[in-house]
């Protein structure tokens, strides 16, 4: 599949869907607590979603039975939400989702803790987070998606993680997964080189042990091998002129995150 070029009324497009997706997690973030159930928030993702007048894009997607991926400790990504499945006190909590506006798509994916957290588990969601900040600051014009990766796993293994090897981020459009694959770590190839108008997944996951990862039995959840415990974010990006725009992150998010860089 060839890379897309999206012009300026299809990243307006996906503006909006990434708008509408940010406002779907900050209500999951509000609603998750101790006592409810995978499903519970599985719920509440695809009403929301509906009530926007969109498409949960994960829902039925090569047979994914629900609009959110919900993944809990040592669960990487691609949990299936349960009636079964109680949310308790010190999990962290990955929150995998996405939705069709106009027939654009975004994704977008937030790990948070639940009651009391160990200070292990809120360091790893915090330099997962951090890393996707790391490796945008090379998605520019110019530069290759390797790029990208170095800035992630970098700063990931600097903090003593590990990057997974086994699942990537991608390119997103008028379909939820396109060209080109985006690594989150260093390979041999440079990747393709960013221009404008490309819109990107870019999601680090990222291990507190080893990056070795297993398919659990249902073919969907992915889980980390030696059972430590494992983060991720997601964002989707569109390339401008001059670097990268996050459209998957409310206003407020954005003004919180340039006060948070300026102090630094």
Sequence with gaps: MAITIKNEHEIALMRESGRLLALVHEEMRKELKEGMTTKDIDRICE???RDFGCIPNFLNYQGFPASVCV???DE????IPSKKRYIENGDIVSLDAGLIYKGYHSDAARTHGVGEISPEAQRIIDVTKQS????IKFAKPGNHLVDIARGIQTYAESNGYSVVRDLTGHGIGTRLHEAPEIPNFVQRRRGAKMQKGMALAIEPMI???TYDVYWLDNDWT???VDGKLSAHYENTIAITDEGCEILTMLPEEKEALHSEQKEK
């Design 132 to 135: 996707f900040f790391e490796g």
């Design 76 to 79: 990487v990504v691609h949990g």
């Design 207 to 209: 291990n507190e042990g």
């Design 71 to 73: 993944s809990i400790n």
């Design 47 to 49: 009403t929301m979603i």
């Design 222 to 224: 992915v889980a980390t």
